[in-house]
């Protein structure tokens, strides 16, 4: 077990090495379990964590401001448009002036090509921690809590288990590639082999896919690109299928939108969900476009998590906070 994450960042999935995330792992399930059996459990007393928002949420603010609550300490929602950024604060003074006032920030940026940069910006600034809610490129707390989840549904032994990464289509937004990026640098340390599937015009970033090779190499695990949906469903254990936005070949909108629409055919559905194998579970960070990106039968179906998912947000986040902001 790794005791010394305070003061630590997480921006990207590997800030962490796969030790500290386990250490993250078994401190959240030791906090899920004080909350089932209404055992106070206030480690961050007193403590603070400002939360800025520049990108809607429902789970993410959700989870991290009850997860404060419930550690004793108090969140504050601070939506960036309320704020003076727009009239001149920049990334430093958010750094230097909010890390002098809470004992954490936590920041969701999406902006294409910006999010990231600007967290990493408020972080070299800030005298406390920086946890990424959400950025362009990794969603790390999302991450941390579909580990969690695939460990309770499949056992610590994830060793050949085969966990597709699929694009989806759907029609409601370009949504960020921060969540199958974080995926396929996670997953591959802990065993899983992965297999990445999306149609052609919807690549992720080429330094991340070597990188999640590179550690696929390291922890001696699978990792292969395919672009059919249905051969990447065969016989595999964790499906986890969800839209991006085809963020390397336009920013804009409309023309991104027109790409996403020669693809509607990539839907989780029944018909795909057998091809897995019948213990195979489906897995979505929510929000879904239900029935464009995933049928309501497959989403409220027997082998579908996403609550269960979604409720292990408050706990890794929990733990991440407790271990780094005391
Ligand atoms: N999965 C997730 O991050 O949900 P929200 O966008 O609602 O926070």
């Not at 999935?13 to 055992?39: C, F, H, I, M």
């Not at 990447?232 to 085809?246: E, L, Q, R, T």
């Not at 269960?308 to 991440?320: F, G, I, P, S, Y």
Request: glycine share 8%.
């Amino acid at each position: 077990m790794q005791t010394n994450l305070r003061g630590r960042d997480l921006i990207c999935d590997l800030d962490l090495t796969k030790e500290e995330v386990e250490t993250v792992l078994d401190v959240a399930w030791d906090l899920k379990r004080k909350r089932a059996l209404g055992e106070p459990h206030a480690y961050l007393r007193d403590k603070t964590l400002g939360m800025l928002f520049f990108f809607s949420s429902t789970r993410t603010r959700c989870s991290f401001e009850a997860g404060m609550a419930q550690l004793g300490g108090h969140a504050a929602f601070i939506e960036s448009k309320t704020t003076q950024i727009a009239h001149g604060d920049t990334a430093k003074e958010i750094g230097e002036i909010l890390g002098r006032y809470f004992d954490g920030i936590a920041i969701r940026h999406c902006d294409w090509d910006y999010g990231n940069k600007y967290i990493n910006w408020v972080a070299e600034a800030s005298r406390s921690p920086v946890l990424n809610m959400q950025c362009d490129l990794y969603h790390p707390f999302q991450c941390l809590a579909d580990l969690m989840t695939i460990i309770e549904k499949k056992g610590r032994d994830l060793r050949g288990k085969k966990m597709v990464v699929s694009w989806a289509y759907a029609s409601s937004y370009l949504k960020p590639m921060s969540v199958p990026q974080s995926l396929i640098l996670q997953m591959g340390r802990f065993g899983l082999d992965i297999t990445l599937a999306y149609p052609p015009g919807f690549e992720l970033m080429p330094a991340i896919v070597d990188e999640a090779k590179a550690q696929a190499r390291r922890y001696g695990t699978g990792f292969e690109i395919v672009h059919d949906m249905d051969a990447a469903f065969k016989d595999a254990d964790i499906v986890y299928a969800k839209s991006w936005g085809p963020m390397l070949a336009t920013t804009d909108p409309g023309e991104g939108k027109a790409l996403q629409d020669e693809h509607a055919r990539w839907i989780t559905d029944e018909r795909r969900m057998a091809l897995a194998k019948p213990d195979a579970i489906y897995m979505h960070p929510l929000p879904a476009d239900r029935d464009i990106e995933v049928t309501s039968g497959v989403m409220d179906g027997p082998n579908s998590v996403v609550f269960d998912q979604a409720e292990n947000r408050l706990h890794a986040q929990k733990a991440v906070m407790a271990l780094t902001m005391w």
